[in-house]
């Protein structure tokens, strides 16, 4: 007879890896894994879309570490490009696209341009794109800013002719022509003496630093975005494009549902669009992520209820258990040869390793990186610990007028409420304990994950997913698995007590 109640779901506490035969040394281990059908992260770990983790800075952060940040869309279409322009311009190895100055603008825009951008120097171009000379800040130092806004570019700057290098130089020719003149920067030309990209020593020492870089075909760090797919949807969807943004991530609490789906199924057949890769989501089961299979999406997010600030499943008694969800969909995901990433109710680096066994090869996290020092907001301070805040976007604060205008409404399918006592919230406003910066967070989540694949005996993502094998537990063995009986005395970078 048919069971009204189903099968039973599970999630992260319900369950862990059993430790298979293993002689890998720690060098063996390579955590390269898809976020998409065409993007893949040598770190796989993604940054919420969520207005108290993800801007530009998260985004570069991220990046730099061999994962991708989505950047949030509480904000407007021209605020939200322009974000992704900022981390598509960052420094690493050469910049095909840096930003310039005309000769006729002022001291005060240069400098106003020099802060937005956090770079120092630019190269000055006339109106037919040709390399006129170059502009930093130091040549800022000799003119009083009372004069600023009087005095042009053109003044101040290092005129051509310049040391210049060729557009396909090698890094080897280019670091050869930066010792020989001692130069801070060397503009890149094409024959017709028009600017083709610029190095910088300091992009050069940072490619180094990074080495795990997540970068486009060009050399730029990757970067996603949210978009929804009521009203003006199209159109951010489209400007983001524009502005070069490598993956757009439908972002809704409910994922399968027609004006979305077909909303992925349009961004991968318009020709404006389809170069794009597009994660469709939020799905929890099987058929919701065949939908987006269907539909042609790149990539499927998965999680309905389980976040951190998520009150869905009390509001609404909607969900499935994270784990569950993340197999479920899987099953027809992973047929199709389409990675799912698994969104939220991670607390600890050992659930990254439960989320891939379980099916995902990405995860998402929110409450784990909004207390880094690039999530934005400053910390608060409470009774002497640091804190930052971390909210929901379905919350009162990201839905409501207050404070600013709402951009993310239809997350949770309430685009139309325009009085903010109609609200109903899915979410809460909280804060997190100030963790330092991302790269010692990340350190760890990626140490963690490294540590789960040695145990199991995996050297990759792949082998990960094959060889690994759950055990379901009961609450006697998570009382078991927590550090028990004993007082914290010290703080430890990877575990705090719940
Ligand atoms: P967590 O990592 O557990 O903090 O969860 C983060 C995820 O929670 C986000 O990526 C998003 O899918 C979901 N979210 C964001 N806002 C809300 C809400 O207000 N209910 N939920």
């Not at 006729?104 to 937005?116: I, R, V």
């Not at 280019?174 to 801070?184: C, F, I, P, Q, V």
């Not at 991968?268 to 389809?274: F, L, M, N, V």
Request: aromatic letters at 6%; charged letters at 20%.
């Amino acid at each position: 007879a048919h069971d009204p109640f189903g099968f039973t779901g599970l999630t992260y506490d319900d369950v862990l890896l059993l430790p298979g035969y293993s002689d890998l040394a720690p060098s063996d281990i390579d955590t390269t894994s898809r976020l998409t059908r065409e993007i893949s992260l040598r770190v796989p770990l993604v940054s919420a879309a969520m207005d108290t983790v993800t801007e530009s800075r998260m985004a570069i952060a991220m990046a730099r570490q061999g994962g991708i940040g989505v950047l949030h869309r509480n904000l407007s279409i021209e605020d939200q490009a322009y974000q992704v322009d900022l981390v598509k311009r960052t420094q690493t190895g050469i910049i095909s696209n840096p930003v310039t100055i005309g000769p006729d603008a002022t001291l005060e825009e240069l400098d106003t341009l020099a802060g937005e951008y956090r770079i120092s120097g630019f190269p000055v171009l006339d109106a037919e794109g040709r390399l006129i000379g170059i502009v930093t800040n130091r040549d800022l130092r000799f003119t009083p800013v009372a004069e600023w806004a009087g005095t042009k570019v053109s003044e101040v700057m290092t005129p051509a002719p310049l040391i210049t290098g060729p557009a396909g130089i090698t890094r080897e020719e280019a670091t050869g022509l930066l010792r020989k003149h001692k130069l801070e920067r060397l503009p890149l030309v094409d024959d017709g003496g028009r600017l083709a990209g610029l190095i910088t020593v300091k992009d050069f020492v940072k490619s180094e630093q990074f080495p795990n870089a997540s970068k486009d075909g060009q050399g730029r760090l990757l970067v996603g975005a949210a978009i929804g797919y009521f009203g003006d949807a199209w159109k951010r969807a489209t400007t983001l494009v524009e502005a070069g943004v490598d993956v757009l991530v439908a972002d809704t609490a409910h994922g399968n549902v027609r004006m979305l789906i077909e909303m992925v199924q349009r961004l991968k057949s318009d020709p404006a669009t389809r170069d794009v890769q597009v994660i469709g989501g939020n799905v929890a089961t099987r058929e919701g992520a065949q939908s987006f299979v269907d539909a042609g999406a790149d990539g499927i997010k998965v999680g309905v209820g389980p976040g951190s600030i998520c009150t869905t499943r009390v509001v609404t008694g909607v969900g499935v258990p994270q784990i569950t969800a993340v197999y479920e969909a899987s099953l027809s995901a992973r047929a199709a040869g389409v990675p799912v990433i698994a969104d939220g109710g991670m607390r600890h680096s050992g659930e990254i390793g439960k989320a891939i066994v379980a099916g995902a090869e990405a995860v998402m996290l929110g409450s784990m990186l909004a207390g880094t020092e690039e999530a934005p907001g400053d910390t608060i301070l409470v009774s002497g610990k640091q804190y930052k805040a971390y909210r929901g976007m379905g919350s009162m604060g990201a839905m409501s007028s207050r404070g600013k205008k709402s951009y993310s409404k239809d997350r949770y399918f309430q685009a139309e409420v325009t009085d903010d006592d109609m609200i109903v919230p899915e979410g809460i406003e909280g804060q997190v304990p100030y963790k330092g910066t991302l790269q010692a967070v990340a350190h760890q989540l990626v140490g963690g994950l490294h540590q789960s694949m040695f145990y199991v005996g995996a050297r990759t993502i792949p082998e990960l997913q094959s060889k690994g094998r759950f055990v379901r537990i009961t609450s006697a063995s998570l009382t078991e698995s927590h550090p028990h009986d004993v007082q914290m005395i010290a703080d430890s970078p990877n575990y705090t007590r719940r």
